[in-house]
């Protein structure tokens, strides 16, 4: 949650039109036992969204959630434009814990994931399409960010649209750099995952929220 009636996610998570039945959960750590369950008033993807489908990635992959009553949960502060990716990253989301699982997690579960340039997550991707490990070239583009999760510490499916946060002792000190957008397989080494590079945003976020009326957001200071 970015602003007390905004949660962002990621736009490949938002293309259904009908949203009458989804509702999004503020603050839980386990989601069949919330209480701050909020219905959805509307969902605005970024208008330059495109998926590519014989590769899987996302471009602009990015979406504000805008719930009808207002959260009274604390919001996440946001990586600022020029902000530098920490070492560490922490992915948050209630995905599945193997490609082979296809139940969702009940509770709330993060992981600390290196993070890595884009050049050496390009030639990472390079390398697993030369070794023939994907039929489709992968290309990081404008707008992304890479981490590099190890054998059985990354995100998975159903963690798509969560947030990649720089982790602080205090939770209301946690920024969030990233969100979860696309990779292959489920926490596999040497396939890195792409995600939606918040500061490469910031503007369009904060342009979203002041076009509708619906406060700013916090974002962390210039250091």
Known sequence: MIAPRVVLTAAHCVK?????????????????????????????????????????EQLFDIAIVVLTKASTKRPVKLAQLDAVLPATLTVLGYG??????????SFLRMVDVPSITTTTCQQMWDARYASGSTDEPIRIRLGQSCSAGQAGRDACAGDSGGPVIQKALIATEDVQFAITSYGYGCAMAGYPAVNTHIPYFITWIEDALSTRGLGSVLITPST
């Open 16 to 56: 259904r039109s009908d949203f009458s039945g989804v509702r999004a959960v503020i603050g839980a750590t386990w989601w069949e036992t919330a209480t701050a369950v909020h219905e959805i008033q509307e969902m605005y993807s970024h208008p330059g969204y495109q998926e590519i489908r014989y590769t899987g």
């Open 96 to 105: 599945t814990t193997s490609e082979y699982v296809d139940e969702m997690s």
